[in-house]
């Protein structure tokens, strides 16, 4: 089933809870742009296995089944 990968920015209070998400990911959903700001890359490889939306305490990273 299709996934929708969104990194809410304006929730993220720490910087370092993007970090987490983007190494926990077991498909490499996420990658970090040329200023080195965490983003979502891959959005089709998502498998919705939610390791990062529920490793987000503030919501800065919500998964979506489409």
Do not use: W
């Not at 200023?35 to 529920?54: E, P």
């Amino acid at each position: 089933m299709p996934t929708k990968v969104t990194i809410h920015y304006e929730k993220v209070k720490d910087l370092k809870v993007l970090e987490e998400v983007k190494e926990l990911c077991p498909v490499q959903v996420f990658d970090k742009d040329a200023a080195g700001k965490v983003i979502v890359a891959r959005n089709q490889d998502c498998i919705a296995c939610h390791a990062c939306d529920s490793n987000s305490p503030n919501g800065e990273v919500t998964v979506e089944e489409q």
